[in-house]
């Protein structure tokens, strides 16, 4: 989708965004200059990512997860995936049905329709390849056809519409309006990503249903139904209001604001504990879209009161959130350090709230936390062997990660890691109306047309901690350029343009700000000297996690016990306690030693890390917890 912004003054001299999204067609996804006008975003754009087809991955692990994850989209059976969507619309089917999540005798079949749609957008727009396209197509034909057999004013879904009616009721029945969400998201993607109209219909079909079930519900009623988790429908709800300006659907997400849970936190209480953490998240995260459009400033604080808290006092080092998929009590993260910790999904909403923070502000601070995320979740969490998900990343001494099935499975995580590996362009480059912030360090090229500048990325980060950026362009362009200087090299940078150093007056935490006149050629070089550090759980200074520069390391422990069909799962829950040898090392008799005096690089092995001297009764080999699968692990060490 190509995104304008264009920022005039006001009475009180803001600059604010105006929102124009293109005319799309099926045929042809990008007409320059066709626009209508969609609802304003009245609140001011500090920072605005780039269009997905401005920015193209390079080679890295970041494109070969994209890689993966594409080839999973375009092999998977859309026969068996619409087979629930064609039962329950009484159409002829003979496909197989899909197990796990999707099985016909599921509750929640159907949401992974929504992430496909949304997966495959995504992957067109970032790679412009049009077998992506084609087949998102299809998938949104095919559930049109379901759409107009119910014939139920809108209504389109993979299960009985009863599903809804008992969730109002209060009646026990898993999360109908979680699906609705995925389903409606999947449809805005389609259009928005790879120009779909016929999508951008069924949503508003959708809407059009949704509304006429709700509108007649007392404040009452809908607290009930609220009880039931219904994922970002207030966010999609606010997403088709941005495009449409239809006034009902800015309604339909103002009936779906949850008191119960987003009241305390307007109040800026953390009132989290116990409740389902990925239940919440996509609240808030409606929540900061609303803002955006309405500027209510309860929405914004909200938002960032919900992110401040949950990163102070609820976030492990990997940057990732809750215990068997629920929050505690702030700051016991040592006390729950188990099989279930950190579920995947959390940590994607929670990167789509950063990106929202962000925008507004462009502190660096998030830009921070959604490296942190990026490379130690996001990253570690797909199977590199068959680009399979992962629902939870077990911190229990000796565990494993736990891998999805290509057809049993389909897990919400599964869902998620549809998007998550189809967007990594997306966060790289921001932009100002002056210049570009360079956020996150991965091979990639950006082109900013609106400019006529394109900066090409070459690194081996975090493995070298050297990235050069080349800059090409027709004419000379006079534009800063921030770059971010993350708050984890307290070592100091060394940065140097067209071969000359240049002095950093900038500290950890801030952007290195490059301001001159740019011309085809010109190279900028920074270094970011990378230390061993711990990071301590925030409860207890002698259990901690071992970082180098911005990633987290995990100790090896070997494949013992392990047999097949471990690690693959049809339930997530599976092998959460799988056999833990009893000679699993946990703890290390550091003393008061610095950690660079008892863990050392290995020759040459890029980040990889061995303990020295007694630390241990046996040498322990650390790496990257992304590089780390298929073997036992420990990712929190007891100190002595």
Known sequence: MKISFLFYSLSKGLAYSLLLVPFLTNSQPREEGKTFLATSNVVPIKASNFDLRDVKLLDSRFKENMERNGKWLLTMDTKRLLHSWRVNAGLQTNAQPLGGWEALDCELRGHTMGHVLSGLAMMYASTGEEPYKKRGDSLVTALVECQNVLNQNGYLSAFPQYFIDRCIAGQPVWAPWYTIHKVMAGLIDMYTYAGNKEALAAAEKMSNWAYLKLKGLTAEQLAVMERNEFGGMIESFYNLYGVTGNEKDKELAEMFYHHAVLDPLASQEDKLAKLHANTQIPKIIGEARGYELTADEKQKTIATFFWNTVIDHHTYATGGNSDDEHFFSPDQLSAHLSARTTETCNSYN???????????????????????????????????????????????????????????????????????????????????????????????????????????????????????????????????????????????????????????????????????????GDKIEVTYPM??????????????????????????????????????????????????????????????????????????????????????????????????????????????
């Open 531 to 640: 230390e061993l550090r711990l990071a301590t759980a925030n409860d207890n200074p002698h259990k901690a996690a071992i970082a180098y520069g911005p990633i987290i390391l995990a100790g090896e422990m070997g494949t013992e016990g392990l047999k097949n069909p471990a690690p693959y799962a049809n339930d997530q829950n599976d092998y959460n306690n799988y056999n833990i040898p009893a000679n699993i090392i946990s703890t290390l008799n550091v003393g008061n030693a610095d950690v660079s005096n008892w863990l050392k690089p290995v020759a040459g092995q890029k980040l990889s890390f061995i303990t020295t001297g007694k630390v241990a009764s046996r040498q322990i080999t650390l790496i990257p917890y992304y590089q780390l699968h298929h073997e036992r692990y420990v990712l929190y060490w007891d100190l002595r």
């Open 350 to 520: 929670m990167l789509k709230l950063t990106k929202h923070l962000f925008n507004w502000t462009a502190d660096v601070k998030y830009a921070d936390y959604y490296e942190k995320v990026l490379y130690n979740h996001i990253l570690a969490a797909q199977d590199p062997e068959t680009g399979m998900a992962s629902y939870f990343m077990p911190f229990k001494p000796g565990l494993f990660k736990v891998y999805s099935t290509p057809t049993n499975s389909f897990w919400c995580c599964v869902g998620t890691a549809f998007e998550s590996n189809a967007k990594f362009a997306e966060t790289i480059y921001f932009h100002d109306n002056n210049g570009i912030y360079i956020n996150l360090f991965i091979p990639s090229e950006v082109n900013w047309k609106g400019k006529g500048i394109t900066i090409i990325q070459e690194t081996r980060y975090p493995e070298e901690a050297t990235t050069q950026f080349i800059i090409k362009t027709d004419a000379a362009v006079s534009m800063p350029i921030y770059i971010r200087y993350p708050s984890w090299a307290v070592s100091g940078a060394i940065l140097k343009v067209n071969g000359k150093k240049v002095k950093v007056t900038q500290k950890p935490g801030s952007y290195i700000v490059l301001n001159r006149k740019w011309k085809t």
